[in-house]
């Protein structure tokens, strides 16, 4: 899985392989505990299953790592690098999905005026309100996330410029807003106020849908060739402005422009370049090639092509050529 990587990229895969590993266990650690001690809050069902969704990016990044270092073929000149953004899409799709179900089922419970009951269990031989269990349980799962794998897989991620692995991170560590949320919750019921337990629920599943609407438009925007972006999506990235400088610095070259879009971890570049003389000679555009891969290892396709007039659309370097 790390064939052709860097070694600094390489180590960072494989350290992002071992926290979803324990992402997954830890959750599904998390998943059976919270089981346990759900009793009729809305709050607390609708955290439980947003933690059964939250599996969802690391499964998709077990699945389309299996894909990505398949070589092309005819049937797929490009290779199948962008399988880690169709795991992101499906993952986004799913959360959007179940979100949208989640809050329409807290809102009608609310109109109704259902009043949520927490019942007592015996532990120890002791009587405990349910409602303490549920809030020290919330309390203590929200480590995982917040204090270990979601900072972690944050530092891997612009490693590796890997979308999937910083939306799943970017979710993990605003996890203790859902559980701050299940528990208000649930201490609402505790005093009375039966409507902050809906409420909370709510709150957790618009919390869902905007994570599924904000990783489905990120992984739209890649499938459809937008122009290369940071692994956060914030920005034009950076690489650009790099290939730019090192044609400004080529002679031989009038004036050029790129197109690079992004595959899933890796970048395909069209180099447009308008040649001094009006003739690119093969050993030049072999040059170019050659330097852009050198260049960053995220560079996986170039391909050149020659023009007398550069299209508008293209992205054009306003440096000027300096002798």
Request: glycine share 8%.
């Amino acid at each position: 899985m790390t064939d052709g990587l860097p070694e600094e990229q390489a180590t960072a895969l494989r350290r992002a392989i071992r926290w979803q590993i324990f992402t997954v266990c830890y959750t599904a650690v998390t998943i059976s505990v919270v089981a346990f001690v759900l009793g009729s809050s809305q709050a607390m069902k609708t955290a439980w299953i947003e933690d059964m969704l939250s599996l969802l990016p690391q499964l998709s990044f077990f699945i389309a790592l299996i894909f990505v270092n398949r070589k092309p073929t005819r049937k797929r000149p490009y290779g199948l690098h962008r399988a880690m953004s169709v795991g992101h899409l499906v993952a986004g799709i799913a959360l959007l999905a179940v979100g949208s179900s989640l809050a329409i089922e807290s809102a009608t419970g609310l109109f109704k005026t259902e009043h949520p009951t927490i019942g007592t269990v015996n532990l120890f031989g002791h009587t405990l309100w349910l409602g303490w269990l549920m809030v020290v349980v919330m309390a203590i799962v929200v480590v995982g996330p917040v204090f270990l794998y979601g900072p972690a897989k944050a530092k891997l991620a612009p490693v590796l410029h890997n979308k999937l692995l910083y939306a799943d991170a970017d979710m993990a560590k605003a996890d203790w807003q859902t559980n701050v949320a299940s528990i208000v919750g649930v201490l609402g019921v505790g005093i009375g106020w039966w409507w902050l337990d809906g409420l909370a629920a709510v709150f957790i599943s618009l919390g869902i849908i905007w994570d599924g609407a904000r990783n489905t438009k990120a992984a739209v925007s890649d499938l459809m060739d937008q122009r290369a972006r940071t692994f956060d999506d914030k920005k034009r990235h950076p690489l650009l402005d790099e290939i730019h400088h090192y044609l400004s610095t080529l002679e031989w070259v009038s004036e050029s422009g790129i197109r690079m879009r992004d595959e899933g971890q890796v970048f395909h570049v069209e180099v447009f370049i308008v040649p001094r003389g009006g003739v690119l000679v093969a050993d030049r555009a072999e040059e170019v090639t050659s330097a852009l891969h050198d260049l960053d290892w995220k560079i996986q396709d170039v391909a050149i092509a020659v023009t007398t007039k550069l299209p508008d659309h293209l992205d054009i370097s306003i440096e000027p050529f300096m002798t």
